[in-house]
């Protein structure tokens, strides 16, 4: 079985920076995509950034101010963001794209971890 296991997050001030974390752990014959996603409160849940191989895209309001940062070797995906603005108060969930075996590809993702932007 695979986990996605998230840390950071929590209280930012207005105009500050956040720092997120997810490794994977288990069964990984091969990670294809990595990236973040965000959930505010009566939202759908939208891109923030997300990576394979050398393309990377990003969501329109972190454009910007979010930079990405993977560890292959770890398994690791780690989401940096400036700027913070009340808007950006989410659940931020870790996802990946992960193949247990050369034909068994699942989507999977983190449990959740909050951020709140406070002035």
């Known amino acids: 079985q695979v986990q996605l296991v998230e840390s950071g997050g929590g209280l930012v001030q207005l105009g500050g920076s956040l720092r997120l974390s997810c490794a994977a752990s288990?069964?990984?014959?091969?990670?294809?995509?990595m990236g973040w996603y965000r959930q505010a409160p009566g939202k759908l849940r939208e891109l923030v950034v997300t990576?394979?191989?050398?393309?990377?895209q990003y969501g329109d309001s972190v454009r910007d101010r979010a930079t990405i940062f993977i560890d292959n070797a770890k398994r690791a995906v780690n989401l940096t963001m400036d700027s913070l603005q009340p808007e950006d108060t989410a659940v931020y969930y870790c996802?990946?794209?992960?193949?247990?075996?050369?034909?068994?590809?699942?989507?999977?993702w983190g449990q959740g971890t909050q951020v709140i932007v406070s002035s």
């Open positions: 990576t394979r191989d050398l393309n990377t």
């Open positions: 996802n990946m794209v992960i193949g247990q075996s050369y034909s068994d590809t699942q989507n999977y």
């Open positions: 288990g069964t990984i014959f091969r990670v294809y995509d």
